[in-house]
């Protein structure tokens, strides 16, 4: 199993950038794959972004494609998204994910075992 932690929500201006962190614990960090999620209120979860085991293949949704970048370091047993120029329509709860057998692309929510608690983004003026 791997737990699963997230920083660095907040705040943030229209066009502003933000850092989230995903901090795992557990063993083997690098057999998951892991992933973003968020959701806002009245909405269903929604991929955001993905990337593989070792880190080079990389999966993001349309919506945030060009503007989020997301990263691991398996040696720490880390991941990120970076967020810039974040929209309002960006604000929601982060969810940083992990799982054994999913794709790293794979957008379906139900699909992937391991969770964060979430973390906050506010985009507004």
């Known amino acids: 199993q791997v737990q699963l932690v997230e920083f660095g929500g907040g705040l943030v201006e229209p066009g502003g950038s933000l850092r989230l962190s995903c901090a795992a614990s557990?063993?083997?960090?690098?057999?998951?794959?892991m992933a973003w999620f968020r959701q806002a209120p009245g909405k269903e979860r929604e991929f955001v972004a993905g990337?593989?085991?070792?880190?080079?293949?990389?999966y993001y949704a349309v919506s945030v494609s060009g503007r989020f970048t997301i990263s691991r370091d398996n040696a720490d047993n880390t991941g990120s998204l970076q967020m810039n120029s974040l929209k309002p329509e960006d604000a929601a709860l982060y969810y940083c994910?992990?799982?054994?057998?999913?794709?790293?692309?794979?957008?379906?929510?139900?699909?992937?075992?391991?969770w964060g608690q979430g973390t906050q983004v506010t985009v507004s003026s």
């Open positions: 557990g063993r083997a960090f690098s057999r998951y794959v």
């Open positions: 994910v992990a799982d054994r057998l999913s794709d790293a692309s794979n957008p379906k929510a139900e699909e992937w075992d391991y």
């Open positions: 990337i593989s085991r070792d880190g080079y293949s990389t």
